[in-house]
């Protein structure tokens, strides 16, 4: 690796024009009371964002659109034009900047620094390079593939469970439980070896942040650091299973031998798959948990019947998706559900809110294992790039929400569950329990 003399220029001018250009309009606008920007800034709505969705529903609707519109960004709760925009090729997924400010944003992209948003991320390219990538790793995350894991996941559950039994009764949630067994599971399919673990997390935790816009420069410096340590971390496992390979996806990709992906391109796709396999599922355990716990009727239901715990993560998915929102930015001149959009024009698309469409799911704020049209959310997105750890997600909170309550049936909160502070994701940062 070599130094880069320019990095810290190049740092500050990303800075300024992906999130502090941005981010001024944006609580700008808040003040103003636009509630796309206050889902941005507004606390009170980060930590519970639903009534805002369900203005936006009615705002929308009164402008005879599914789309509220803030002259800068348009904004969707609607489930028939989510959808639609998340599979529309007249989407893409890059932030667009108007012409020279475009060049300049390009080039201050820092190698070393290319968070999960930034190309070549996969979430931040289009095809055809988008299936490039993702091609590589498909084979690692199929259902088939999910399934032979299962044994593993159980185990892994089994060996925290034990763990926390040794404990006393009080425990973190998150921390000693739904936070480690996603990391260990995804490290194992990526082959990196348990004395890292911890470390993965604690830069993974770091990194999180990057996927919200409108950082203040504090916010962004800091998880730059834990990214920064996640590309040499990176680079150096890349190396060592260059020259001693084994059978998981790293050294897979590590050892190619008909492509010409570069250096980058191969930590882009690494950073992606492993962040994204314990950064999102830790939250749906969470947020699973925070759910049947505050619902004695549903606590019954799944000690009678534990075959509901699918049940109970498919409706937490619907529920109170781990992930709320995602961008996507207009190609060309279209219309959407009969509402036009101008290219150009930047669309956050409210999965959190889509999912509770009324149009789509009857009583849409009542939260239901039995539904049998849960699975209808659009909590892993949709189109092509559908998550790609949706069968891992769900196999890991299942097994492990199962395991958790059948080892500790008297499980309860001990005290007020704290949400972490980002937009995008949404989940627990801390859980205080009683085991017993
Ligand atoms: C509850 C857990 C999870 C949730 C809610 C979730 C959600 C999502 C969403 C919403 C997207 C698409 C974003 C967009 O359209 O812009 C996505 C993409 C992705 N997810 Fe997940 N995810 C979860 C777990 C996982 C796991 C366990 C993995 C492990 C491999 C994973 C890997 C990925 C990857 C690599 C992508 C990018 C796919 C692409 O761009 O083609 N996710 N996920």
């Known amino acids: 690796m070599t130094i880069d003399v320019l990095s810290p220029v190049r740092s500050g001018l990303r800075w300024g024009l992906g999130h502090g250009l941005p981010g001024l309009a944006i609580r700008q606008g808040a003040r103003g009371g636009d509630l796309v920007s206050r889902l941005v800034v507004d606390p009170d709505l980060r930590q519970d964002p639903f009534p805002a969705y369900e203005r936006i529903r009615a705002d929308a609707a009164a402008r005879g659109s599914v789309f509220i519109d803030n002259g800068r960004l348009m904004g969707t709760v609607d489930h028939a034009a989510a959808t639609e925009i998340l599979r529309s090729d007249d ?3 890059a932030f667009e900047l108007p012409g020279r400010l475009q060049r300049a944003f390009a080039w201050s992209l820092d190698p070393w620094a290319a968070g999960p948003v930034d190309p070549p991320s996969m979430l931040a390219v289009d095809p055809p390079v988008h299936g490039r990538y993702r091609r590589l790793v498909t084979r690692w995350f199929t259902a088939r593939e999910v ?9 892994t559950a089994t060996r925290l469970l034990d763990g926390l039994a040794a404990q006393g009764s009080r425990v973190d949630l998150v921390e000693e439980y739904a936070a ?17 673990h911890a470390q993965l997390l604690a830069w993974g935790n770091g990194a999180a942040i990057t996927l919200d816009p409108a950082l203040t420069w504090r916010q962004y410096r800091g998880a730059q650091q834990h990214v920064r340590a996640l590309h040499r971390w990176l680079d150096d496992h890349l190396a060592a299973k260059r020259r001693s390979p084994g059978d998981d996806l790293l050294s897979a990709l590590a050892t190619l031998e008909d492509d010409d992906l570069t250096d980058l391109e191969l930590r882009g796709i690494g950073l992606l798959v492993l962040g994204a396999g314990f950064e999102t599922t830790v939250n749906l355990i969470g947020n699973a948990v925070a759910q049947v716990q505050s619902r004695p009727e549903v606590r019954a239901a799944v000690r009678d019947d534990p075959g509901l715990w699918g049940g109970v993560v498919e409706e937490t998915l619907r529920f109170d998706s781990p992930v709320q929102l995602t961008f996507r930015s207009a190609l060309t001149d279209t219309v959407v559900a009969g509402s036009p959009v101008r290219r150009g024009t930047g669309v956050l698309t409210y999965l959190g809110g889509a999912n509770r469409d009324p149009a789509v799911f009857a009583d849409p704020a009542r939260f239901d294992p039995t539904r049998d049209d849960a699975g209808r959310h659009l909590a892993f997105s949709s189109g092509v790039h559908y998550c790609l750890g949706a069968s891992l997600a769900r196999a ?18 001990d005290g007020e569950p704290t949400r972490r502070p980002t937009r995008v994701l949404r989940g627990y940062e801390r859980m205080p329990v009683a085991l017993r």
Do not use: N
């Not at 890991?396 to 909160?413: M, N, V």
């Open 180 to 196: 480690l067994l996603p990391v260990a599971i995804i490290a194992e399919i990526l082959g990196v070896p348990a004395h890292q």
């Open 91 to 93: 989407f893409g997924v």
């Open 396 to 413: 890991e909170a299942t097994i492990g929400l199962r395991l958790l309550h059948e080892r500790f049936p008297d499980l309860r909160l």
């Open 147 to 155: 399934r032979g894991l299962e044994e593993r996941i159980t185990e």
